[in-house]
């Protein structure tokens, strides 16, 4: 593992108060994310002669005095590094010697304008971009070329591993970037209502995808990341009713009305987001008929994916004949680029009601009522896209819940 020793993360950043109700500010770093290269095994730090595997199993019925515990544990013999052992079968990770540590640069330049003395309007501009990012498994370097004939024997390693399936790679040559507009609305809490509303435009590419071609990495998995969508819209509001004592209506009620009537609180988070992104693939009977590879592929594409929006419905939610698989043994990877299909948008509105009961100057029980997809909107997931299933451009499931209601107490003090 060479050493990568030229990391540094400097931060700049600025604030201008342009009149006394403009402010201007902006922002440029850079953060640096050693990451543990995944949580399955495969890890530097698991690998010889940093740690190895001694197994002792005792007879539960016979004592064998060699392993006793006050004795202490036998040393594992060392394996001869020079020598092959056992022949490689199955799997094994190639970690590139040359790894270097992610890093994020990200930037951004706001206004923020007071538009009175209790509501404030801020515009943005946000960026990041990755890079050096961990690549967890992303090619199988011991995959073969499209071509006819048994699977294992074009291996690239057959010669030197002849049962070795698969050689994943692990290395940092992913990459990112993002791009946003972004706006926020805020009313600070004046006469019992506060209000805050964000909305974000925004647009994020990355390579964080595996690749079934060895030899076009970029051109198979650069695209919209999984996490893209263009719009995001979230508005939550909080409103204490004016009614009882300290307020403006019915302040000097009856104790007993006050306890009923008084202290009520309503609140509420609507989100919206736009459909995130899919893959079309090929069925496995599919990928063996046009590639032959052991791995996966891509139809050809030949229209838009997108169809009319009274035209969708969760039995044929995008345009499938936009998707034809390769000629059979063609040989040939499919022209489809990564997640050229959007799914549903997403839409939620979660609401609550509190209701105070004070009592002996500093305990208050709050009574609370929680309604989570209160309108009880489905949200559906993603739509099934693999070209030779009977099943594709239909959806059979949720992205969230259905409505939900939760009654409780809290007794503060």
């Known amino acids: 593992m060479n050493l990568d020793g030229n990391n540094w993360a400097p931060r700049f950043g600025f604030a201008y108060a342009w009149q006394p109700k403009t402010v201007f500010r902006g922002g440029y770093g850079i953060s640096y994310y050693p990451d543990k290269f995944g949580a399955t095994g495969g890890t530097l730090n698991n690998n010889y002669p940093f740690i190895t595997v001694q197994q002792v199993s005792p007879d539960r019925f016979t004592i064998n005095p060699a392993l006793n515990i006050a004795n202490g544990i036998a040393v594992p013999a ?12 199955g799997q094994a990770t190639y970690f590139d010697p040359n790894y270097r540590i992610a890093y994020i ?4 330049f706001t206004i923020q304008r007071q538009i009175s003395k209790d509501t404030v309007l801020e515009t943005a501009y946000v960026g990041t971009k990755g890079t050096h990012l961990f690549g967890n498994n992303h090619v199988n370097l011991n995959q073969p070329d499209p071509g006819p004939g048994a699977i294992d024997p074009r291996r690239p390693f057959y010669a030197l591993a002849p049962l070795a399936a698969n050689i994943p ?24 209502f506060w209000l805050l509303s964000s909305y974000t435009y925004s647009k994020s590419i990355d390579d964080n995808a ?11 998995v650069r695209g919209p990341s999984a996490t893209d969508f263009t719009h995001s819209w979230t508005t939550s509001a909080l409103y204490e009713l004016p009614v009882g004592k300290g307020h403006m209506f019915l302040s000097s009620m009856h104790p007993v009305a006050q306890a009923i009537i008084g202290g009520w609180q309503l609140n509420g988070i609507y989100s919206f987001r736009t459909g995130l992104p899919s893959s079309a693939s090929l069925s496995t009977g599919l990928v063996s008929s046009t590639v032959n590879t052991g791995g996966a592929s891509r139809p050809d594409q030949i229209a838009s994916s997108e169809l009319p929006k009274d035209q969708r419905t969760i039995y044929h939610y995008f345009n ?41 100057e500093r305990y208050n029980l709050q009574f609370r009522g929680e309604f989570f997809n209160l309108p009880n909107h489905p949200n559906y997931a993603q739509p099934n896209t693999q070209v ?9 499931t949720l992205a969230g819940n259905m409505r939900q209601t939760q009654l409780g107490l809290k007794l503060l003090f």
């Open 105 to 108: 640069q990200f930037w951004n």
């Open 169 to 192: 790679l692990r290395d940092s040559s992913e990459s990112s970037i993002y791009h946003s507009l972004q706006a926020k609305f805020q009313k600070r809490m004046t006469s019992g």
């Open 210 to 220: 595996t690749s079934f071609d060895t030899h076009d990495w970029a051109g198979v």
């Open 78 to 89: 060392r394996p001869d590094l020079s020598v092959p052992s056992v022949p490689l079968v």
């Open 388 to 396: 030779g299933n009977a099943a594709i451009g239909t959806i059979t």
């Open 320 to 360: 499938t004949a936009a998707f034809v698989a390769p000629p059979t043994n063609s040989y040939r990877y499919g022209n489809a680029g990564r997640d050229t299909i959007r799914g549903p948008s997403f839409s939620s509105l979660d609401a609550s009601m509190f209701k105070n009961f004070r009592f002996a």
